[in-house]
């Protein structure tokens, strides 16, 4: 399992960016990359099958028979 980018690693990152960050930093941006990467990954492992895009939604259209 990937535990995520270093903290030394995160800063490299951020400043090859253009985003210096302070030292005090570095292990909060880690910890919030990492986060992004798991919810991403997790994201990708969706099958949607035939779900249209969210372009296609229009509100106030729906079913007014359904329940919940």
Do not use: C, K
């Not at 535990?3 to 909060?28: I, K, V």
């Not at 990492?34 to 779900?51: A, K, N, P, Q």
């Amino acid at each position: 399992m990937n535990s995520g980018p270093t903290p030394q690693e995160a800063a490299r990152w951020a400043l090859r960016a253009g985003l210096p960050l302070d030292d005090n930093r570095h292990e909060a941006v880690a910890v919030t990359a990492h986060h992004i990467h798991s919810v991403i990954s997790t994201l990708r492992e969706l099958d949607f099958g035939e779900t249209p895009p969210a372009s296609a939604y229009r509100a106030g259209q729906g079913n007014a028979d359904a329940t919940l």
